[in-house]
């Protein structure tokens, strides 16, 4: 109990932070390609990613510094999309919520907090969001998947 619900979470919010502060010329503004987003595929194996997931990325928005709009949406953002993640059983849709999401919102807050166009907003976090979830997400997801007996259960 302990290793689902304090480890993991904690772990995989320690890596989401880590890897968004490796990569943070990347990581936030008008173009970004948030490579912890690849952990956005976590949910698909185990449900304590969902926390991992939401409390790293409001660690990494409270400390990136775009403010209280970033830190509270876009963490329930991935709040929901990790949530959605974890209800899809089709391992190559695992990456489409948090893409579809992310896109939606954090193009909001761009707009809101960058004066960027809305569409042009959408269009530019879900170019970023499909690099880092599809593409280096589905690598992870099909190395993880053939371990997942040892690793998440």
Same mark, same amino acid.
């Given at each position: 109990?302990?290793?689902? !619900?304090?480890?993991?979470? +904690?772990?995989?919010? /320690?890596?989401?932070? /880590?890897?968004?502060?490796?990569?943070?010329?990347?990581?936030?503004?008008?173009?970004?390609?948030?490579?912890?987003? &690849? #952990?956005?595929?976590?949910?698909?194996?185990?449900?304590? +990613?969902? !926390?991992?997931?939401?409390?790293?990325?409001?660690? +990494? %928005?409270?400390?990136?510094? /775009?403010? $209280? #709009?970033?830190?509270?949406?876009?963490?329930? &953002?991935?709040? @929901?999309? /990790?949530?959605?993640?974890?209800? $899809?059983? %089709? *391992?190559? #849709?695992?990456?489409?919520?948090?893409?579809?999401? %992310?896109?939606?919102?954090?193009?909001?807050?761009?707009?809101?907090?960058?004066?960027?166009?809305?569409?042009? &907003? @959408?269009?530019?976090?879900?170019?970023?969001?499909?690099?880092?979830?599809?593409?280096?997400?589905?690598?992870?997801? #099909?190395?993880?998947? *053939?371990?997942?007996?040892?690793?998440?259960?």
């Amino acid at each position: 109990m302990l290793k689902k !619900y304090v480890i993991i979470p +904690a772990l995989i919010a /320690a890596l989401y932070c /880590a890897l968004v502060f490796m990569f943070m010329p990347i990581s936030y503004g008008t173009v970004q390609i948030r490579v912890a987003e &690849a #952990l956005t595929i976590l949910p698909y194996f185990t449900s304590s +990613a969902i !926390y991992g997931l939401f409390i790293g990325c409001l660690l +990494a %928005n409270m400390i990136g510094g /775009a403010g $209280v #709009l970033d830190i509270l949406l876009g963490s329930f &953002a991935t709040l @929901v999309a /990790a949530y959605l993640t974890y209800k $899809v059983k %089709n *391992k190559w #849709l695992a990456p489409v919520p948090p893409i579809v999401i %992310n896109m939606f919102v954090v193009g909001y807050i761009l707009n809101v907090y960058y004066g960027m166009d809305y569409w042009l &907003a @959408v269009i530019s976090v879900g170019a970023g969001q499909t690099v880092s979830c599809m593409g280096l997400g589905m690598l992870l997801l #099909l190395q993880l998947d *053939k371990y997942k007996e040892r690793l998440f259960s």
